[in-house]
């Protein structure tokens, strides 16, 4: 790109510009206006969409909430459709309900499936952070230490150490049981949590 070292020198090169590319550039501003209103279109498209998507959620989780088999079928076939937050929500929903039922494995699946859906740093933090508990139930701790490496925010600092302090005590390593723990204690994070950690912490030394 050239460099213009004066005012005059940029504004001769505006007029030369003008003059010689004057059709092309109104063609352009033409194209231009084009551009920006399909853009509004779009997003208008896409609020609209999402707004659409939301109601439909709304439907989705009354129905999910009655527990039915139809219900089931009917949250999932919208879970697979839908690759927005609703899409997520749904399947960490489905998954709850899978743990309520004591069904572990299917829990897993919804978790992983919503896991892989949400580029949200917080949305993504907090399914990887249910995916480890329900792994760390089904005795899978190493499985469940790999996703906490998922979990990068540091705002989910306090809820990743007590979740890893949980799973190494589970494999029986205490040390690293109690390293995570104090690692937990000295996080931001939610006081409640960390007086749960404190007596875990105490325990693992008793």
Known sequence: MEVYT????????????FVNNGKYLAVGIVLGIGAIVGWNYWQSHQTNQLQDTATAYEKINTSLASG???GITAAEKFANETNNIYGVITDMQLAKHAVDE??????????L???GKTKDPDMLALTNIRLAR???????????LKTLEQ?????????VNDLRGDILAKKGNIKGAREAYSSG???????ALKMLMQIKLDNLSN
């Not at 979990?151 to 809820?159: D, E, I, L, M, P």
């Not at 000295?186 to 006081?191: I, L, N, P, R, V």
């Open 6 to 17: 004066t005012e005059t020198d940029q504004i001769n090169a505006i007029k030369h510009f």
């Open 68 to 70: 039915s088999k139809e």
């Open 102 to 111: 004591n069904n572990l494995a299917q829990a897993e699946k919804y978790l």
């Open 113 to 115: 499936l919503a896991s």
């Open 134 to 144: 329900v792994q760390l139930a089904e005795d899978k701790t190493d499985a469940a």
């Open 151 to 159: 979990v990068k925010s540091t705002g989910w600092q306090v809820a």
């Open 185 to 191: 204690l000295t996080a931001q994070g939610s006081q």
